[in-house]
């Protein structure tokens, strides 16, 4: 599909995360250790963890952007989710990808990083 097409109406521009696995919480919580370090918020509140998917045999692949393309930490921070997220018992393996479709925006952060970081 050419760029600038738009997806289909009704495409969800993020993966859903597979929510009802028994490890999601778990890794949604090891996402929340995780800092930007120029943000006083947590990775997952900061909305910046796109989609969390784990199979069957718990392998977890994590889809997150970043605040900006020029973000200092770009080569660094999927390192990070990773190195959270592998110790977690049960987990098989962690695949951390980095997009920028769609491109983050402040209206993807939770309501406690809005009233964290004074926007609320």
Not at 20 to 42: F, Q, W
Request: charged share 20%.
């Amino acid at each position: 599909m050419p760029e600038d097409t738009p997806p289909l109406e009704g495409t969800p521009l993020i993966t859903p995360s597979s929510t009802g696995h028994p490890l999601h919480e778990a890794v949604v919580e090891a996402c929340r250790t995780v800092y930007d370090p120029e943000i006083p918020v947590n990775i997952f509140d900061l909305g910046l963890i796109y989609s969390i998917l784990i199979n069957e045999e718990n392998e977890v692949r994590v889809i997150m952007s970043l605040t900006a393309p020029g973000c200092p930490v770009a080569g660094e921070m999927p390192g990070w989710v990773a190195d959270a997220v592998e110790p977690l018992p049960g987990v098989k393996q962690v695949d951390v990808e980095l997009t920028w479709e769609p491109p983050w925006g402040m209206e993807m952060m939770s309501d406690e990083a809005r009233l964290e970081l004074g926007f609320m």
